[in-house]
């Protein structure tokens, strides 16, 4: 076993010292960067399988490393070295389904929205991922990129992560109130480039679909449900009431926890909610009423609220819902 580590370790530092990159202004820096930030992430516990999934953690330690790392004049850029890290032995880009063709496309994956949309996620060699799972062997090759692309910078390397960042995103979703979010929202579409607004949305997307839940001891509104998971997997979606697109709202008040069923009838009008906080049903449908899966069972049902009143769905939201 020793034997395998130490061949196997020899053969990633190559990997790494031959990275594909770039080599104008001394070389992009954009695959370290990555590689650094998924060490990071799987040294603190964030990531525990070789699967890499686009999440908010992920996009911060890049961002973070980036700002610590750097000194070049390159552009950040996420979705390059995650698309483009393909090019490499160990790393293989899995497509979501119908999207495998437009993974090919290598112009249509710069857009951190499009890689979003088409890509599952990553994954790296088995082997890899059980050297960095091994202090010595992450420390090892944790090194060598500092060492190798980041002489002069290495010192300022942040060896643990912290989300300060996504930490100030989540206060804001929870706390601030909602004209200055929704300002704040038009502010960043109006001064952030599109690559850089699509970032930001979609780790303001994932924070709101964090909280909500939370803030619903993950339990559905209107059913009841709550399932108490041991891996990551979650049966309590964050619903908006009035979507993003339409209220650049991502406010705790503009949303609710519910289960999937409940949260499609909610986005296809097939539920509102009244000002009492009952539950309406739309009479455009019909169902079996055996059925122990019924939506009409609902109808007047009083929704559970968050345990604190100023995280209530926001009543004026749930009237332009029901319109």
Known sequence: MEIKQSNDIQHYIHCFKTLRRDRKKGGAPHKPILLLSVIQLIESGYIDTNKIYLTPELVSAFKTNWTHLVNTDHHMLFPLPFYHMKSEPFW??????????????????????????????????????????????????????????????????????????????????????????????????????????????????HIFKREIPRIYDYTCCISGLRIDATTNASMIDACHIIPFSESHNDSITNGL?????????????????????????????????????????????R???????KYYPDLENLRVHRI
């Open 92 to 205: 293989r880009l899995k497509a979501n389904v119908g999207c495998e063709k437009w993974v090919e496309a290598k112009s249509a994956m710069r857009t951190f929205a499009n890689l979003n949309e088409a890509v599952r996620y990553a994954e790296i060699d088995q082997p890899l991922f059980f050297l960095l799972k091994e202090p010595r062997f992450c420390h090892e090759l944790k090194l060598f990129l500092l060492d190798h692309y980041f002489p002069e910078t290495k010192q300022n390397y942040p060896h643990s992560v912290c989300f300060n960042d996504l930490n100030k995103i989540a206060q804001q979703i929870i706390e601030e109130p909602v004209p200055d979010y929704q300002e704040r929202i038009e502010h960043l579409e109006k001064t952030l480039g599109d690559n850089e607004y699509q970032q930001e949305i979609f780790v303001r997307s």
């Open 257 to 301: 926890a519910l289960c999937p069923n409940l949260h499609r009838a909610f986005d296809r009008g097939l539920i509102g909610i009244d000002d009492n906080y009952q539950v309406i049903i739309s009479p455009i449908f019909t169902e079996p009423k055996e059925s122990v899966y019924s939506i009409m069972q609902f109808s007047g049902q």
């Open 303 to 309: 929704i559970l609220l968050p345990s604190m009143e």
